[in-house]
């Protein structure tokens, strides 16, 4: 009962607060009421994952028809990214607390939250396609409604990208429930159980059905244009999410549903899927470089990281599995408390361009101080959080192909070249003669508090990550070859 | 014979003979100048029900007469017929009797369809039921269009070529059924495989398609829908459209001819026509009509699947759902137009701000015939892709998809005009009867909610036995 409530509370919140307001409530609250109430479940819920007393956490299925059944089940990784959403919804929320919004925005999030909750935990692969295609609506409108000048083109395109991948998505679970039937005789839908025919076109396609489905939402180079638009045009709340939770349940998918489904494809799949992880490293970098827009580049540097994260699980081994995993969680810190803080400035200031700011240090240290921070984190400066998960992605993928670790490293090293210039030309550097930085004033208390909400965790988890490595390790540890 | 025999011996026919009483309390009431709005309604709703009622208590057991049969198609098929009809019914304006004695007569049609036998009374229903609905086309236009039957307005247009597109299917028919008759002597459903018995059931199935309007046989289709009133081209999507299908699966279902293995590319390639000539459409209930001709794209791929699956009544569950899912989603589309009085994009602009309930609800609505979960539309559609699937029609299969892709940009173009332009509508939004409301709120409530509930599936697999 307790899974369903995690997805489904979220959902019934959010029908709450988008009523609230014939009530004569406050939407606001209602939703902060509920995101902390379902933050406040996840933690309490997964308390046994510390230390590993508890391996999952599972629901009894229910078959309805046609095989479909309604089972939910969590492990460590599920619980983590559970977490990771419920945080970062809460963030997102409070990120947005002093605009004047309608209580459509605030249940959007909810709305969002509980379906991803549902992707995170659903065992059943109808149920898991149902909630991925229920968190486009509620994005659709954050990106469509409260986002900046370009937001109905922005959020045209990420709904038809999306949806175009889901439908390869599907295309893939028809196939593997499909083959499932034919070779049993049963009809399954449980991620759990079904495999892919070891080879053979059917086996190929069913394979590229799913990178193309899954690979849309991380996303991988060639289908990745929705990304900077969506970003770019999102209000910063939502952008916080797009980047911190729903990049997540891509890689998420390849972990769940598509390595099981080839579990002996570990050589075959691994010079496609670590190849395109490699391509994303570079390309996002290096498309990073050029940006002269704070959040698009941010979103750039979203995919190389990504990229990370797929090396990692690409490689099959166990550091690599693991570190990938890791750092799934830890984008969703660095990059939410990234654009967060553009988030701030472009409230102060309607501009986000990196021509647009310069010598914030002396208007704002607080947030210099956070932005540096995180920034380093971001690169992947040992001591904080980024360094852990890409050195165990690439020392991960080394074991099995060297070739590629060291296209990865290249990206580790070109991620400063694109992040300190703009650290500097925003922060440090001379203050441009359009500059607006006399208007930015510094962080306020409740900025401030989000703020080490987010830093404390990336340095802890840089500092010593072996109790989230014990958390995700055993969750991904069927999949090492 | 004393009573309780001979009601027994008509119980088969209860239905059509509910319906046939219907109509003809309707024509006495027109005879005797007794026409009001509620009289007609009521005197409509009670033949429905009493004929619903007939067809539920109807064992499903194979036949009643030389002429027809009851199976759990039947069964099934008579409720999707009865439910498209039931919102025009109930929320048409019947100021004269002529139209409500048409839509009953033509319901009359849809139920001997659904019993017939063999083919010869599937074609005598054919005809009972497309003759009246030529007819409503032309006597029930769309607001604000002149009325009446003369050249130059354009719902007499739409019937004229309505007409004559139902001519020639039924033409085609007849010439199926005179290569059926030399092919085996006989006017049964049963094929013997001959060439000229392939042939004649391929000409029959043309004769479906016309009625469904599938591409290339789809010319007729956006006038029409576009020219009646918006109600009436709600009932012509569902009932009408179902007939089509029903149709077109007893030919398939008994012959097993050769046709069958067109069906999928028919399917897709009507699916591909109507995304892409739904694009570039401004009015919206042409929209709407491209958008139920992509609708009937799914239902003949869905066929041509079910076909090649062995035609067995179980598995036409998905084929059924979606057909029952559709006169919500069709239904409630096409009662917002009317309702609201919206015809053009630049109607719809704000929407979402000056009437959310109205705009959630085409939104709904929208989604729903997108096929974008958790709507019920969504799950209607994955059952027909799934048994796509499942046939090994691939290649049609990845078709469809991508055509569904296409379609979302017209469908998500209704929302962005609703909730995302700026501005908003400077033409007035009616107020509209509340029965229609009614209907509207029903329909998108139920595209929103079925697809949280995959469960209730299992009671329309129940009716398919």
Redesign the interface.
């Known amino acids: 009962m307790i899974l369903t409530l995690f997805w489904a509370f979220p959902i019934v919140g959010a029908l709450f607060t988008l009523f609230s307001p014939a009530f004569n409530l406050r939407a606001r609250w209602i939703s902060l009421i509920c995101a902390a109430m379902e933050l406040y479940l996840v933690l309490e819920a997964g308390t046994g994952f510390w230390g590993g007393h508890l391996a999952s956490l599972s629901e009894p299925g229910k078959i309805l028809t046609y095989g479909i059944s309604y089972s939910f089940s969590m492990d460590g990784l599920s619980w983590l990214l559970c977490l990771l959403n419920a945080f970062l919804t809460l963030i997102a929320l409070l990120s947005s607390w002093k605009q004047d919004l309608s209580a459509g925005f605030w249940a959007s999030f909810l709305f969002l939250e509980g379906a991803v909750m549902g992707v995170f935990l659903a065992q059943d692969l109808f149920f898991f396609y149902i909630f991925w295609e229920a968190m486009l609506i509620p994005m659709f409108f954050i990106i469509g409604l409260w986002g900046s000048e370009n937001r109905v083109h922005a959020a045209i395109k990420f709904f038809l990208f999306t949806f175009f991948g889901s439908l390869f998505l599907l295309l893939g679970i028809l196939a593997l429930v499909v083959f499932h039937h034919q070779t049993t005789g049963a009809w399954s839908w449980d991620m759990n159980i079904l495999r892919a025919p070891e080879s053979g076109l059917y086996a190929i396609l069913t394979f590229a059905a799913f990178v193309v489905g899954f690979g849309v939402k991380i996303p991988l180079v060639p289908i990745h244009t929705w990304l900077p638009d969506a970003h770019t045009e999102a209000p910063a709340a939502g952008s916080i999410i797009l980047a911190g939770v729903l990049l997540k349940v891509g890689v998420y998918g390849f972990l769940r549903v598509l390595l099981p489904a080839f579990p002996n494809w570990g050589m075959k799949a691994l010079p496609w899927l670590g190849g395109l992880a490699a391509i994303n490293v570079i390309y996002g970098a290096l498309s990073a470089m050029a940006q002269m827009d704070l959040k698009r580049l941010i979103a750039y540097s979203s995919i190389a990281h990504l990229g990370f994260c797929v090396l990692g699980i690409a490689s099959r081994t166990a550091q690599g599995l693991a570190g990938g995993s890791l750092q799934l969680i830890n984008h969703g810190l660095t990059t939410g408390a990234l654009f967060l803080m553009v988030g701030f400035l472009y409230e102060r200031t309607h501009k986000r361009g990196l021509a647009d700011f310069g010598d914030l240090v002396s208007q704002a240290p607080l947030l210099t101080f956070f932005f540096g921070v995180t920034v380093f984190a971001s690169i992947g400066l040992p001591g904080l959080n980024g360094f852990v998960g890409e050195f165990m992605s690439l020392s991960g993928m080394a074991k099995v192909s060297l070739p590629i670790a060291v296209v990865g490293v290249f990206g580790v090293t070109i991620a400063a070249f694109y992040l300190l210039p703009a650290f500097q030309a925003v922060f440090l550097g001379e203050r441009k003669p359009a500059s607006v930085s006399s208007r930015v004033f510094d962080l306020d208390f409740r900025e401030q508090a989000l703020l080490w909400l987010l830093i404390v965790p990336m340095i802890a988890i840089g500092l010593h990550p072996g109790p989230l490595l014990n958390i995700v390790g055993p969750a991904v540890g069927k999949l090492i070859l | 014979m004393n009573p309780a025999a001979l009601f027994l011996r008509l119980a088969p026919m209860g239905s059509g003979i509910s319906l046939f009483c219907g109509v003809l309390g309707v024509a006495f009431a027109g005879i005797f100048k007794k026409i009001n709005s509620g009289l007609i309604r009521a005197l409509g709703l009670l033949s429905l029900a009493l004929a619903a009622a007939f067809v539920f208590a109807q064992p499903a057991n194979g036949s009643i007469s030389a002429l027809l049969q009851a199976d759990p198609m039947t069964k099934a098929w008579c409720g999707v017929f009865y439910a498209g009809a039931l919102p025009f019914l109930i929320a048409g304006t019947w100021e004269d009797e002529v139209p409500a004695l048409l839509l009953l007569g033509s319901l009359l049609g849809m139920t001997l369809l659904a019993f017939s036998a063999n083919l010869l009374m599937l074609f005598i229903s054919l005809e009972l039921l497309s003759l009246p609905v030529y007819l409503l086309v032309a006597l029930t236009p769309a607001k604000g269009r002149p009325k009446g039957l003369s050249f130059g307005c354009p719902s007499w247009e739409a019937a004229i070529k309505y007409f004559f597109a139902g001519s020639v299917s039924a033409a085609f028919f007849l010439l199926g059924l005179a290569c059926h008759y030399s092919a085996t002597g006989g006017f049964a459903f049963a094929g013997n495989g001959s060439f000229l018995d392939q042939t004649a059931f391929t000409l029959m199935a043309v004769a479906a398609l016309f009625k469904i309007g599938a591409a290339p046989w789809h010319f007729w289709l956006p006038d029409v829908y576009e020219a009646a009133e918006p109600m009436l081209s709600g009932f012509l999507s569902t009932s009408v459209k179902a007939a089509g299908v029903f149709m077109l699966m007893r030919l398939g279902q008994y012959s097993q001819a050769s046709f069958i293995s067109l069906l999928p590319a028919i399917g897709a390639l009507t699916m591909i026509v109507a995304a892409l000539a739904a694009l570039n459409q401004t009015r919206l209930q042409r929209l709407l009509a491209y958008s139920s001709l992509g609708h009937a794209g799914v239902l003949v791929l869905g066929v041509g699947a079910w076909l090649l699956l062995g035609a067995s009544e179980k598995n036409a569950l998905p084929i059924f759902f979606y057909l029952f899912s559709y006169v919500f989603m069709s239904n409630g589309a096409f009662f917002f137009l009317e309702l609201t009085g919206v015809s053009e994009w630049r109607d719809l602009r704000g929407l979402g701000k000056t009437r959310p309930v109205l705009a959630f609800c085409f939104a709904a609505l929208a989604?729903s015939l997108a096929g974008?979960?958790?709507t019920a539309g969504?799950l209607a559609k994955?059952l027909v892709?799934?048994q796509v699937?499942?046939a090994g029609l691939?290649v049609p299969?990845?078709a469809a998809?991508?055509a569904?892709?296409a379609a979302?940009?017209y469908y998500?173009r209704i929302?962005?005009e609703m909730?995302?332009?700026e501005g908003v509508a400077t033409s007035k939004i009616e107020a509209g009867t509340g029965m229609v409301r009614l209907i509207v709120t029903l329909s998108a409530a139920y595209s929103a909610v079925v697809?949280f509930l995959?469960?209730i599936?299992?009671a329309f697999?129940r009716v398919l036995g």
């Open positions: 989604l974008i979960p958790p969504f994955f892709f799934w699937f499942k691939y299969l990845i998809s991508l569904t892709l979302l940009v998500l929302i962005r909730y995302l332009e697809g995959p469960w599936l299992s697999q």
